[in-house]
């Protein structure tokens, strides 16, 4: 790997993680594009471009989550005294028990899928891993499009509540456990190169009526310890082969990980400022059409059994 693909890799996934466009379908289109196979070196590389990106989200919510786990241990304090009220909860305590909440939905991709001997993840990867499923990603990003429309739809004519902040925002502020239970479901649904993690989960909060800043806030808290799960586990398929392939591109890896926490910083503050100026518009055409350009060059490529970019046979 040469440092310039390091950077174009760290650039793309430190975009697409938290922009509502998938990062996983981004990394595959740009693996695609550049011919590289995501074997040795290269799934070590896709681990600490996670663990970049987990830098930029910890860095951009650094308040927020300090407070999130000190409220934790409080929770834990208030069970063990006998103290813990759940109509009592402050925001902080709620909103943990809300992530703890939904990150069990991720628990599904762990079961065993029937007469296959393989987890339900297992099989979500052995799909996508092969280059004539390549239409899939395209399939997915049109969904991603689709939650994004119909979520930015419903955000525009929710019924303002009386708890809604002022200055004309929409829908709740407090989430309860359906809505944790739905968006953790939702989440599980990223496993599919395509499908944002960020973009669906945000839909699934407004559509069930939360306002776009609490729908926004929940999706990154609930997606930090979901970043660490995916780079634990590629981390530990990557170190498998031993650290020879890995020495050799240490230097373009280290710098494919600082661009992806730069950039994932930045484009976190930009989806922010779009959510809240609703141009929101914008992922949703965006999406719809590398959807649609996906579509059309799968089709291309699966009738000359050749990638059309690297000239070589699909695999």
């Given at each position: 790997?040469t440092?310039?693909e ?5 650039a793309?996934?430190g975009l ?5 466009v998938?990062s996983?379908g981004h990394?595959?289109?740009t693996?695609h ?5 995501l ?6 590389f896709?681990?600490m471009?996670?663990?970049g990106?987990?830098v930029?989200v ?8 300090w407070?999130?786990?000190k409220a934790?241990?409080?929770i834990?304090g ?9 109509k009592?909860l402050?925001?902080d305590k709620r ?5 703890i909440?939904?990150?069990?939905p991720?628990?599904l991709l762990?079961?065993p899928?029937p ?6 993840k297992d099989?979500v ?7 004539r499923n390549f239409i899939?990603?395209?399939?997915c ?5 689709v939650?994004l429309?119909?979520g930015?739809?419903i955000?525009h ?11 004309g ?7 309860n456990?359906?809505?944790?239970l739905v968006?953790?479901v ?6 599919l190169p ?9 839909a ?5 009526g939360l306002?776009?800043q609490?729908?926004?806030d929940y999706?990154?808290i609930l997606?930090?310890p979901a970043?660490?799960?995916a780079a634990?586990?590629?981390?530990k398929d990557?170190l ?5 392939a ?14 992806s926490a730069?950039?994932?910083?930045l484009a ?10 609703d141009?929101?518009?914008?992922f949703?055409v965006?999406?719809?059409?590398i ?5 059309a ?9 050749i990638n059309?970019?690297s000239?070589?046979p699909?695999t």
């Amino acid at each position: 790997m040469t440092i310039f693909e390091a950077i174009i890799q760290g650039a793309v996934q430190g975009l697409t993680e938290f922009l509502p466009v998938s990062s996983s379908g981004h990394l595959t289109i740009t693996q695609h594009v550049l011919g590289i196979n995501l074997e040795g070196n290269n799934l070590f590389f896709n681990v600490m471009l996670h663990i970049g990106t987990l830098v930029a989200v910890v860095v951009f919510y650094h308040k927020l989550i300090w407070r999130l786990i000190k409220a934790f241990f409080s929770i834990i304090g208030d069970i063990f005294t006998g103290k813990f009220k759940w109509k009592e909860l402050s925001d902080d305590k709620r909103m943990v028990i809300m992530v703890i909440i939904g990150l069990l939905p991720l628990f599904l991709l762990f079961l065993p899928v029937p007469g296959t001997g393989m987890k339900l993840k297992d099989v979500v990867e052995g799909i996508t891993d092969s280059e004539r499923n390549f239409i899939i990603v395209g399939i997915c990003l049109l969904i991603t499009s689709v939650l994004l429309f119909i979520g930015n739809r419903i955000s525009h004519s929710t019924i303002p509540l009386k708890h809604a902040k002022k200055g004309g925002d929409t829908g709740r502020t407090s989430l309860n456990v359906v809505d944790a239970l739905v968006v953790g479901v939702t989440q599980c649904f990223a496993t599919l190169p395509g499908v944002s993690r960020s973009g669906s989960t945000l839909a699934a909060g407004q559509m069930r009526g939360l306002d776009k800043q609490t729908a926004f806030d929940y999706t990154f808290i609930l997606g930090t310890p979901a970043i660490v799960a995916a780079a634990l586990l590629e981390g530990k398929d990557a170190l498998e082969g031993g650290f020879g392939a890995i020495k050799a591109d240490l230097v373009p890896i280290l710098i494919g990980m600082v661009v992806s926490a730069v950039v994932g910083y930045l484009a976190i503050a930009l989806f922010k400022w779009l959510l809240k100026t609703d141009k929101m518009i914008i992922f949703i055409v965006y999406t719809a059409v590398i959807g649609i350009a996906v579509i059309a060059i799968s089709i291309i490529e699966l009738n000359q059994g050749i990638n059309i970019f690297s000239g070589t046979p699909l695999t």
